[in-house]
């Protein structure tokens, strides 16, 4: 596909965001996302698409929050269509046209149209076809009782999918951590906006459940290490290499007890040998904070590490939306 957003901070600025009914403010990585983009079979110029994604930009921000997305699946775009295009008998020459603009909402993934909105023809003169384009486009209205409707209808839609849909996420999800992909499987699950609160407390208990499985299984694994290397090397440097392993062991892992085993052994140990005095502590929990935000907390992370993907990571070519 072409003409995308062109930079990050254009990204971070055409993010529609809809907050949640009775739920108060919400991370923008719980909300619902609509991500701008124009698709190659689109009639709008090359030269005129990143006017166009301002406009988007502009209409998205109006009718909802800044916000942002795991995923950019659900997306805004728009097409233009020529009603005519005459060449005007002043001095010097312009080109002047009427466009019919219409906005679209769909989902990236399926190729699935969601809403769309046939805006009032909009007018532009210039010098040449571009600039009387461009021109058009600025008279573009984002703030239209139908462009809201619009909206709204989308998000209805996107949310009645993630409802519809839940059960076959955590499938995936649990098949992916089936294949050691824990983080993947993460990352699929914090799809899910908190607006949408059944099919978002569904995708946190199983994600919840692949996190416990991949911190006991890297625990373990560190344990294991740890364990090894002590017993090749019962020294002040294999301890320190061991406190290497040890200091990874998440503080929620099951591993966290045995870690807890070896190091005070390491200890005595390096005391019985060298007379010094070697100090490590696992990593504890914040005790201010409760274990499930702490959680929850880790489980975004790791979400937000695999699961920010580009809008070009889906094929976009094939939309037959007009």
Known sequence: MKKILASLLL??????????????????????????????????????????????????TKNGLAGDSFDPRFIITANMVKLSHETTATAPPMQALVLTPTLYIGDAATGTLYASCVLDPVKGAGTNETKAYMQAVKMLRADTPAVKQF?????????EWYNTQIDFLISEANALAGQDKYDEAIALLFTVPTVCKDAFDKAMRAA???????????????????????????????????????????????????????SETIKARVKELDNREWNFAMKQFDASVSLESQRISAMAEVGKAMAKRPVNYYNMNSFGWW
């Open 151 to 159: 909206i709204e209808t989308g998000k209805t839609r996107i949310i």
């Open 208 to 262: 919840e459940q692949i996190f416990q499985q991949k911190i006991d299984i890297e625990g373990a694994y560190l344990l294991n290490m740890a364990t090894h290397t002590w017993n090749a090397n019962q020294s002040w440097s294999g301890a320190n290499e061991a406190a290497g392993y040890l200091s990874q062991i998440h503080p929620l892992s099951s591993a966290v007890q045995g870690g807890m085993v070896l």
């Open 11 to 60: 990204a971070s600025a055409c993010i529609l965001s809809f907050a949640q009914n009775n739920e108060g403010k919400m991370d923008d990585k719980g909300r619902i996302a609509l991500t701008p983009v124009i698709l190659d079979n689109c009639a709008i110029p090359v030269a005129a698409s990143n006017v166009v994604l301002n406009k988007l930009t502009q209409i998205v």
